[in-house]
């Protein structure tokens, strides 16, 4: 978003050695940790940080195959979209819907990053990172890694506790690309064949992405952005109904949830909210391509991106008893309350 203070400290880490020397350094020294990945899911407050902020910058991807699949280990510092490319040019199925998606690997399991029908905890084997506590390098399978959607140990079970360094993904060779989501289907319809290949999946996601300005572009006008700025929300069946009758849509857009409950879509709600696609407030608005993402012009503070997401919040609490959740993370002093 290209705003917020400086670090007190900085590191720039470019082997996992460099993060454990930075993690021993901070504790020694009771100095407050960040880790940053690409930041891209990251607003900072324009006061900066008063800490020691590690930029995770490591690289490498291994792989071996077993006998029905590919086991990827891939470094917290790679770039996501690079692994995603080498993964369908590999015909390695599993990623390619989460194409054009930035930011660094490291983020993914955090966040349990998804697009278009696909989430990282579809594949992912294991996490491996640093545990804080001890110091201890660690390998915790997927299954204690309390994924939820958009959700994760690493972001709301434990948050300060782990340090990611890598990340083992199981992925299928040969196999048949995920087209779950309704607007991929059609994008993909329309373009042909019946059944499309890893790589026509990865160009139909990207163009679609482009065309709301979620992907990287110097020459976008709406560039300034950390994408969706807030999750869709989950409820129950009863609640989605009455925010159906408040909004006075039956047929407005949920999907229900294999435990039962039902996902809306924070767009529509902010739209129906009385928001519009590039409406400003100074120097920070949204996207006029799509209502989920604030965006900053010249001149804006991370102030001014906290007081309109607060702003559209609390409108659309009041309009229909939903209360989104921000999906990147505020440091320093920056929040969304008063």
Not at 291 to 307: F, K, N, P, S
Request: net charge neutral.
């Amino acid at each position: 978003m290209a705003l917020g203070g400086p670090a007190r400290f900085f590191v720039h880490a470019r082997y996992d050695a460099d993060v454990r020397a930075a993690w021993a350094w901070a504790r020694e020294r009771h100095v407050p940790l960040r880790v940053l990945g690409g930041g891209s899911n990251v607003v900072v407050d324009d006061a900066g940080v008063d800490g020691l902020v590690i930029h995770v910058d490591t690289r490498g991807i291994d792989w071996r195959e077993t006998a029905d699949a590919v086991e990827v280990t891939v470094a917290a510092g790679e770039p996501w979209d690079d692994l995603v490319r080498c993964a369908v040019a590999r015909d390695w199925a599993g990623l390619e819907c989460m194409s054009g998606i930035p930011g660094r690997v490291g983020a993914t399991p955090i966040q349990n990053v998804g697009a278009y029908g696909q989430e990282v905890s579809d594949t992912i084997a294991t996490v491996h990172a640093i545990d804080r506590a001890s110091g201890e390098t660690v390998s915790l399978p997927a299954p204690e890694c309390g994924f939820a959607y958009r959700d994760s140990r690493f972001k709301s079970g434990e948050p300060e506790r782990w340090i990611v360094l890598g990340v083992t993904y199981r992925l299928r060779p040969g196999g048949a690309p995920a087209v779950k989501y309704d607007e991929l289907a059609k994008h993909l319809a329309a373009r042909g064949p019946a059944r499309p290949t890893l790589e026509r999946v990865r160009e139909s996601v990207i163009e679609i992405r482009r065309a709301k300005s979620m992907v990287l572009d110097p020459a976008d006008p709406n560039r300034r952005s950390c994408g969706s700025f807030f999750t869709n929300p989950i409820v129950t069946p009863a609640h989605a109904d009455k925010v159906a009758a408040r909004a006075g849509v039956a047929t407005m857009p949920r999907w229900a949830q294999a435990d039962g409950t039902v996902k809306l879509s924070a767009a529509w709600l902010i739209e129906r909210a009385g928001f519009r696609r590039g409406e400003r407030a100074g120097a920070v608005g949204l996207s006029t391509r799509h209502t989920l993402a604030i965006v900053c012009h010249e001149g804006a503070r991370a102030a001014d991106v906290a007081g309109f997401a607060r702003r559209i919040r609390d409108t659309v609490a009041e309009r229909f008893d939903v209360r989104l959740v921000p999906e990147p993370v505020l440091w320093g002093g920056l929040s969304l309350e008063t």
